[in-house]
């Protein structure tokens, strides 16, 4: 990777080099508990769901797949995203578009729930293209009183805050902003939203990441895997604030009056 790669190209360039079976690609642990994270904040009368920036689009295929009354599309900016996501899941309900975040091809007021993961982070706080831009877009196609979900690394999660520290330019997937839960709290007031709930998840995953660089901590991250995996159903509560990932549900508020309270 160049020093001045934008996250565009970083991703697309990902995406065209990772071919997973799709099997494979919805029994992995970080799929399956990031899904059930996700699922915790929707609900049977949300009908039309947005992913921007759907990646290997498994998400969107497990909720086309568990509210087939619901109209469900995973946009990308990458081609070859989009692409392979259409080779691996068709349902009727579901559909892959090749878009930007920053530009929706969508009106104001369009969806029900839009979401991502992993996304926003990767963008920088001060720029054109900046993390509040996208969320802002995200906003914008919501419809009043929608919900909006985002995903992003945890900064509490510090094994993996500490990899990408070391890493430093070598971290493979560029820049990368980890946040504090009350950052990404502060964001979504700043975008008008008011938060009604978030998570964390995937307790191992920060550790597996070590696994670039001691090879052995690969056998003591799947053991943490799977220990969180039986054990966040009663634990959770203390497990997930240290999570590699946070998801946070806002609603689009409909006055200013609440955006106030927001």
């Keep these: 990777m160049t020093k001045d790669e934008s996250p565009e190209s970083i991703w697309d360039r990902h995406w065209r080099s990772r071919e997973v079976p799709a099997k494979a690609l919805l029994a992995s642990q970080t799929v399956t508990t990031g899904y059930d ?5 929707v609900t049977e009368s949300d009908t039309s769901f947005l992913e921007a920036g759907c990646g290997t689009g498994a998400h969107c295929y497990m909720l086309a797949r568990e509210f087939p009354h619901a109209t469900v599309t995973g946009l990308d900016y990458s081609e070859r995203a989009v692409s392979r996501a259409r080779e ?4 009727p309900n579901l559909h892959f578009v090749q878009g930007d975040i920053f530009d929706l091809p969508y009106d104001d007021g369009a969806w029900d729930v839009v979401f991502n993961e992993g ?30 979900i985002v995903s992003v690394p945890n900064f509490y999660c510090l094994p993996h805050t500490v990899y990408k520290a070391l890493m430093g330019p070598r971290f493979e997937y560029g820049y990368e902003k ?7 709290r502060a964001a979504f007031k700043a975008a008008g939203l008011r938060v009604t709930s978030w998570r964390g998840c995937n307790f191992a995953v920060g550790i597996g990441s070590w696994r670039r660089i001691v090879s052995v901590v690969g056998y003591a991250a799947g053991a943490c895997e799977r220990f ?11 497990m997930d604030p240290f999570g590699h990932m946070v998801f946070m549900c806002g609603t689009k ?7 106030a309270r927001a």
């Design 253 to 259: 508020v409909q006055h200013e009056a609440e955006t």
């Design 88 to 91: 691996i899941f068709n349902l």
């Design 178 to 184: 980890s946040f504090r839960p009350c950052e990404l």
């Design 228 to 238: 969180y995996t039986a054990a966040r159903p009663y634990l959770g509560w203390a």
């Design 119 to 148: 996304v926003i982070e990767h963008f920088k706080l001060h720029s054109e293209r900046s993390c509040m831009a996208a969320l802002r877009e995200m906003v914008r196609v919501t419809k009043p009183g929608g919900k909006v």
């Design 37 to 41: 994270t996700l699922r915790g904040m």
